[in-house]
Structure formats: structure tokens, C-alpha cells
């Protein structure tokens, strides 16, 4: 099963680093109007969110919007500590000093912690239960499973990404909703 699950994996992130520049752009703003959409309807005040790594769905400047909209809401972004430990969120404004993780990936340097309401979560390749592969060391898994409370989690994808199944382990952690450019799903794990 781990050997299928790579393989889905690198083959959904292949695809999505080879999309032409003007489809994921398109896709892009589409993905942007779904969740305008969805997270003025959830209203959260604290909304975490992940630097977009290997082609992922770039949120970055939607977060800066969304954040302008109103000066008491939050950004963060996970931040790995130790592998095998579950990630801490820190506060991310647009001017925050950033500086790069071990995967080279930027995070915010020196930032206070931020408990999310709700985590927008990159799919690699997500199923209609609403599980997903990530990048295969578990640290959103772990990291949902001891947030308390649990977060409303909202996968953020380019269509491309959806399969029948991702063939779920017990520890996977499903999504509450699914954003593609296709439009916002709720996830159905039962």
C-alpha cells in the first residue's frame, strides 16, 4: 500500500509542477473566488495557511487580503521543530522577517504562536472522504489529531489532485472541506 501511495504521489506532483503558467494561474483565481466564498461563510479570525512548495496552490497574497479585510484577524504558518513532532503555527503577516526551514521552505522568524480556527492544508492528491497525501512524513496528521480544539481544515488543490481514493491509513486525518477550481466540496469521511 506505502508503495501505491508514492506512487499516486509523485505522479499527481508531477502533473501539478508541469500545469502551463496560464491554466494555473486561471485555476488559480478560480480557487481564490471559492474561497472568498467559503471562508466568509466559516468567518474565522484565525486562519493558518502553508507556503506554497513544488507547484502547490500559491495563497500568499489571497492571505494578505483576506487579512486587510479586517485588523483583528491572524495568518500563520506551520513550522516543523523536530521530525516526528506535530507543527507549531506562527503568526505571518505580509512584512513578517521570514527565514527558511531545513526544506528551504520560509517561515516567520521569531513570531508568537497562533492557535487557527481553520488550516487551509495543500493536497497532493485528495479523495471525495476527504483524505489526502501530503508529502509522506505525517506532520499535518499529527498535527490535527492534537490540535484541541480541532480546526476546520480546508483542502486547497488544483483538480488535478482528486482521485477515487488515496487508500487512507488509521492515523490519516480526513478534511472538513475540499476548494478546487471546480468549486468547494464538503468532505464526506462516513
Request: charged fraction near 25%; proline fraction near 8%; charge should be negative.
Amino acid at each position: 500500500m506505502a508503495a501505491l501511495r508514492k506512487s499516486l504521489r509523485e505522479a499527481r506532483i508531477a502533473a501539478r509542477e508541469s500545469l502551463p503558467d496560464p491554466e494555473r494561474q486561471h485555476h488559480s483565481r478560480l480557487i481564490e473566488a471559492h474561497l472568498d466564498a467559503l471562508i466568509a461563510r466559516l468567518a474565522p479570525q484565525r486562519l493558518a495557511f502553508c507556503w506554497p512548495w513544488r507547484g502547490e496552490v500559491d495563497l500568499v497574497a489571497w492571505v494578505g487580503r483576506w487579512l486587510a479585510g479586517d485588523p483583528a484577524r491572524e495568518a500563520a504558518l506551520p513550522v516543523v521543530d523536530a521530525p516526528g513532532q506535530a507543527m507549531r503555527f506562527l503568526r505571518w503577516h505580509p512584512e513578517a522577517s521570514m527565514e527558511r526551514d531545513h526544506h528551504g521552505i520560509p517561515v516567520p522568524a521569531g513570531a508568537a504562536a497562533v492557535a487557527p480556527e481553520v488550516v487551509l492544508i495543500p493536497l497532493n492528491v485528495f479523495d471525495r472522504a476527504g483524505y489526502r497525501l501530503g508529502y509522506g512524513g505525517g506532520y499535518f496528521d499529527r498535527t490535527l489529531a492534537a490540535l484541541r480544539p480541532a480546526p476546520i481544515c480546508v483542502g486547497v488543490a488544483f483538480e488535478l489532485a482528486r482521485a477515487d481514493t488515496v487508500h487512507p491509513q488509521d492515523h490519516d486525518q480526513p478534511m472538513d472541506w475540499i476548494v478546487t477550481e471546480a468549486g468547494v466540496d464538503k468532505a464526506f469521511s462516513g
